[in-house]
């Protein structure tokens, strides 16, 4: 059997050749794809990396912290963390039961979760849960979720609650003021933010901190002349009273009559600004500047005080207000009941219409009108509060009969609790009408004379008779001090006329009458109890809040304690 020789496949040298220059070649290529890496796109690659590790991160500024007259925190701002994400890494990254676990830490609907990530899946940063709690923070990052991380913010807190809700007002969800002192004030609060850059992994959190590029400026701390201590007690007494007399709202403001200095400024009803759900439009606003009304007769002081300029009337004058009914053209004025004759100090301490338009008719035309204007009514006070209503007073008096009386008993005119307390003040303060002001030591305009002193103790001496015996608001008296104030109770304006049963009841007073220090307005709105007087409704109020305010501050007594004044007389819409 003949065997074929082995043939053997030598390759041809061209092959060889071949994966020589390969062998050569792959190292040059190499060599050079590492030039072009480092040398002509290394800017472009480290910037490419530098983008998805570094990110410049704002650095929230603390907002100031507003503090009452002693000091007290009214307003503080406190780091809170809230939860983001990275859409596009989280959705590609994070496996469903990641974002199961992910949805139910925040309280959300795994599903909506995922929706709104991918409506957002072009964006880089997405609010996933604005200032959650550490605690849930440290639940959230323990998950790992791919793209999920914290950023450092600042939340607001009012220790108050709702008992300075309407006079700081509240800041949104990214702590820029939205209404009262955090408002006006934003520009002195708000500071600026810093910025710095980081350094991210591929979950998105901060692992190194690279350089810093601005520092945060914080903002600047606000004093306010409000005293906390005075701002719970008016508190607590108006909310009692508005409840009491199954009122609408209410509203408060104590003035220090020496500086000007709001004390204490409440409203009801009223909103706690840590809660946002509380934060409605009709809770909110600041009824004390904002709201006004046909005041009634706590006018009748300056309708008496314009009756004393005229060198014709003193407070013992007497005037006839026989048979307690009026008529001026078509129109009738009535007191609750017939008072007869009445001494000028009588007419306020009766509270008698009748008597008011009888004075008011007989001065030259528009004798009370220039006193209403020179106390400041019909134009903002200055306070520089967000919203502050003007009130009205016509530009010029009216010649009509009917309106020169109506006007003599608060009527024809609207104001606010500022403005009435202001004009209330200047009888406190011997004839100085104030600037008043919540912002403690800041520049106001210095206070105007608008009468004399001798005028204003005479109308002091008038109106302490109000709230002794026989007086229309005796409940407003305080044992060991005499109480100097005046009583309104007025018929709320309404389509085609006046409501016969809706009321406004306010009562504005002072306290030592002798050396006036505190002195405050009250008014309760349509109070629906078996009274609406304003005696009964807001006298108990000026003598529970400014009862509280003269002890607080050492205010030495004028009068012995059985001066009070334990009994109601009637009269014309006290």
């Known amino acids: 059997m003949s065997h074929r020789p082995e043939t053997v496949h030598t390759p041809p040298a061209w092959r060889r050749g071949v994966v020589l220059v390969l062998l050569l070649a792959l190292p040059l290529v190499l060599m050079a794809r590492a030039v072009s890496l480092q040398l002509l796109e290394g800017d472009f690659l480290q910037g490419q990396g530098d983008q998805r590790h570094l990110r410049v991160e704002s650095l929230p500024a603390h907002r100031g912290t507003i503090h009452d007259r002693h000091g007290e925190p009214l307003a503080i701002s406190a780091p809170v963390d809230s939860v983001w994400a990275d859409p596009g890494v989280t959705l590609d990254e994070a496996d469903p039961a990641q974002l199961q676990a992910l949805a139910g830490q925040l309280g959300l609907d795994a599903a909506t979760l995922r929706a709104d990530l991918e409506a957002r899946r072009s964006r880089e940063f997405f609010y996933l849960r604005r200032h959650v709690d550490p605690a849930l923070a ?20 009012y220790p108050a609650g709702e008992v300075t809700g309407h006079v700081l007002g509240f800041t949104d969800i990214d702590d820029r003021g939205q209404e009262g002192l955090e408002l006006a004030y934003e520009d002195w609060l708000s500071g600026e933010p810093g910025a710095k850059r980081v350094l991210r992994d591929r979950l998105g959190r901060n692992i190194e901190d690279v350089e810093r590029l601005r520092e945060p400026a914080p903002g600047r701390d606000l004093h306010l002349t409000i005293d906390k201590r005075l701002q719970y007690i008016a508190y ?30 409440v409203n009801q009803p009223s909103f706690n600004p840590n809660r946002r759900q509380d934060i409605t439009g009709g809770r909110y606003r600041n009824r004390a500047v904002t709201d006004i009304y046909e005041p009634g007769s706590v006018m009748k002081p300056f309708t008496v005080l314009a009756a004393l300029r005229s060198g014709r009337y003193t407070p013992d004058t007497p005037v006839e207000t026989e048979p307690g009914v009026m008529r001026v053209g078509t129109h009738t004025v009535r007191d609750v009941r017939n008072f007869g004759e009445l001494t000028v100090t009588g007419v306020l301490r009766k509270s008698s219409n009748v008597g008011a338009a009888r004075i008011a008719l007989d001065l030259d035309n528009g004798r009370v009108w220039q006193v209403f204007n020179e106390m400041g009514l019909g134009r903002p006070t200055g306070v520089a509060f967000p919203g502050e209503a003007a009130g009205f007073v016509s530009a010029m008096p009216s010649e009509r009969p ?43 305009q210095p206070a105007e004379r608008v009468m004399t002193a001798e005028h204003a103790r005479q109308l002091r001496e008038m109106l302490t008779e109000v709230t002794r015996s026989g007086g229309t608001a005796t409940q407003a008296a305080i044992p060991g001090y005499q109480v100097a104030g005046k009583t309104g109770t007025s018929r709320k304006a309404v389509a085609g006329g006046y409501a016969d049963s809706r009321y406004i009841s306010t009562f504005a007073g002072m306290a030592p009458a002798s050396d006036p220090r505190f002195m405050a307005v009250i008014t309760i709105d349509e109070p629906r109890g078996e009274d609406y007087y304003a005696g009964p409704v807001a006298g108990p109020v000026f003598r529970a809040v400014v009862g509280d305010a003269l002890r607080l501050y050492n205010i030495t007594p004028d009068a012995p304690v059985e001066d009070a004044g334990v009994t109601v007389a009637q009269g014309g819409r006290p």
């Open 138 to 157: 440290d639940e959230v990052m323990s998950l790992e979720v791919p793209g999920v991380a914290l950023q450092r913010e600042y939340r607001r807190f």
């Open 236 to 265: 607590r007494e108006l909310k009692a009273a508005v409840e009491r007399n199954d009122a609408l709202g209410g509203s408060l403001v104590l003035l220090d009559v020496k500086t000007g200095d709001i004390l204490a400024m």
């Open 402 to 444: 009917v309106e020169r009386a109506t006007l003599a008993f608060g009527y024809g005119l609207s104001v606010t609790n500022l403005q009435l307390a202001r004009a209330y003040a200047a009888i406190a303060a011997d004839g100085m009408l104030p600037a008043p002001g919540l912002l403690a030591d800041a520049e106001r």
